[in-house]
């Protein structure tokens, strides 16, 4: 090959103009700081949703939710720090539609955007019950003002219901029942974080909700709100029975936020469909909570909802739009808090995945626990040993 | 290069031991970030921004 010619897969060699990066939360505050900090000097917009200045989610369901945190500490940057970023921070305004060719984001009121290279950092939306709307009292938790208006509700004394076992779940759960609602914890696996976490750990974290307090009605899926006029009273199960509830919280996933890109002719595939490099066209990539990638070591794509995703992530599609090639492969991360358990878990493991610990001792209530798929480590679960678990993935899971 | 860390903040998943060990380790018991060197030296500056960047509680301050 001659000094010509681009190197194989190679997007655009030129540096883009002007970066436009539609979402403004974790993970595109993170790829506008990635940009800076890799010298780039161009134009970039920052294009949200909502009308807050980026805002950090892991702590909603927890901090912010039980009050011991005020909002503003949910801030991801000081205003003199987004200033020092030099973007065109557009908040409030919600992109409905892209046009790839020429990489216009059109928002709702209208107003067009242009980019040389577009990244989608989206999100997603949280799943609801079907009849929710104009529902008093029942929720969702995904935002800052979807937290405070919950805030609002958990009176203590009241009855709540959280539909959902997963992490979202179980930690507004472990946050409602320390504020002294009745909490009950309702969801169609046997024990919570089962199908994430498999039946060992999964037993431990039913035991750990027992003990405090919350009431946990498993096993069977929830299948409508139940209301009188425009007020939840509770929540019918697959089996018939209503749970009643001054308060219902509805934390059963969330969707890819790729609606609006109907008729891009962008692929989605439950995220917007992206390749190694996490891009979804030339010049047009994806971040975060949206992005469906090619992970190439462990060869298939992967949608990763957490909260490091969101910065690394950004970090690698940065790099690539300055020039780079790089493959994103990371080894998923995440953690969750509940009462004083801190669990952190490096990998994706699977309920089939053969489990052992390696280090400490589930008896005192601290462990580092190995899955194993056909003999081969594929995941770390630390329960109340964050630095340990952390040394686990580098020594189980860490390709030399 | 100046670091500081808030311990308040931190949330333990220890991102910023594996970009810079040299610099960030972890308390044993509970997995707090730990500051090992508040004035790193110029050849790990690079790691430690990275540290920064990838710590998922914002806990890491930097002065250069």
Redesign the interface.
Known sequence: MDDTDPPPGSGTLTVPDHVLIVGACAAGL?TL??LR?RGYTGKVTLLGDEIHPPY?R?PLSKQILSGSWQPQRAS??TAEALLALDADLRLGEPAVSLDVATRTVQAADGSTYRGDAVVIATGAHPRRLPGSDGVAGVHVLRGLDDTLRLREDLEPGRKLVVVGDGVLGCEIAATAVQLGVHTTLAGPQRDPMQMQLGADIAARLRDLHHAHGVHLRLGTGVTALEAAGSRATGVRLATGEVLPADVVVVAFGAAPATSWLTGSGLQTDNGLVCDSRCRAADGIYAVGDVARFQHERLGRSVRLEN??NA??QA?VVAANILGEDQPYAPIP?F?T?QYTV?I?VYGIPTPDMRISVVDGDPATGRFVAAYHLDGRPAAVL?W???????QQR?RLLVTP | MKVFVDQDKCVAAGSCVTAAEDVFDQREEDGVVVLLNPNPPAALANAVREAAAVCPAMAIELHE
């Open positions: 993170a700081e990635a900090l950090d892991p991801l940057r909260r490091t910065i690394e970090i991360y953690w808090d801190k952190q630390g109340n040993m964050p630095k340990q678990a952390r580098q």
